[in-house]
C-alpha cells in the first residue's frame, strides 16, 4: 500500500480544556510523519465548507461555533496533515467513533470526549474518514506549499 496522507485538526474544545498534549501523545506512536502544521483562525465559511455534508442537520449551526471556537473562547485550531502507510484508517482508529459514549476508552474520543449537558459534542478531534475526504479536506485548510513534498 502506498503512503497516504490524512488532515487532523485539534479541535477548540481540546485546546480550551488542555489536551492538545494528550491528543498528540496517542497520535505521535503510530510513527506518521508531519508534512503541514499549523494554527487556523477559523471562519465560518471555512467552517461551512469544511461540514458541507452536514449542512442539513440540525446541530449545523452549533457545529460551525464548536470549530469557529466561539463555544469555547478559543477562536483557533490546530490542523495536521499526517502521511504514512495506512494512515487515514490508522489515524481514525486511534481517534475513536465519532459520538464519545460510543468510542471505545483507549481512544482520543472515548478518553477525553464529552456530551455536553447543552447538547454539545465535545470530541476532541477530527481526522479524515477517507481517502476522497482526506484529498478534499487537505486542499481546503492547506496550500501545496505549506506542505512538505
Ligand atoms: P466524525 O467527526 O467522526 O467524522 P461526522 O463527520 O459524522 O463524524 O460528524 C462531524 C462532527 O459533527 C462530529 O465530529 C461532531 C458533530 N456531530 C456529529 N453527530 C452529532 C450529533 N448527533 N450531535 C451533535 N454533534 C454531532
Ligand atoms: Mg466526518
Redesign the pocket.
Known amino acids: 500500500m502506498t503512503a497516504q496522507s490524512t488532515l487532523v485538526l485539534i479541535k477548540p474544545d481540546a485546546i480550551r480544556r488542555g489536551l492538545i498534549g494528550a491528543a498528540i501523545a496517542r497520535l505521535e506512536p503510530l510513527g506518521l510523519e508531519i508534512i503541514g502544521a499549523k494554527v487556523v483562525r477559523v471562519s465560518r465559511d471555512l467552517a461551512a465548507e469544511h461540514?458541507r455534508q452536514?449542512r442539513e442537520k440540525p446541530?449545523f449551526e452549533q457545529?460551525l461555533e464548536h470549530l469557529q471556537g466561539t463555544l469555547h473562547d478559543t477562536p483557533y485550531v490546530l490542523a495536521f496533515v499526517l502521511r504514512g502507510e495506512d494512515a487515514i484508517a490508522r489515524v481514525r482508529d486511534v481517534t475513536g467513533a465519532?459520538h464519545p459514549e460510543q468510542a471505545h476508552p483507549t481512544t482520543i474520543r472515548g478518553s477525553f470526549g464529552r456530551m455536553t449537558a447543552s447538547?454539545v459534542?465535545e470530541?476532541i478531534i477530527?481526522a479524515s474518514?477517507d481517502a476522497r475526504e482526506a484529498q478534499r479536506e487537505i486542499a481546503l485548510w492547506f496550500k501545496p506549499e505549506e506542505l512538505l513534498g
Open positions: 461540514y452536514l446541530f457545529l465519532t447538547g459534542m470530541n477530527h474518514a
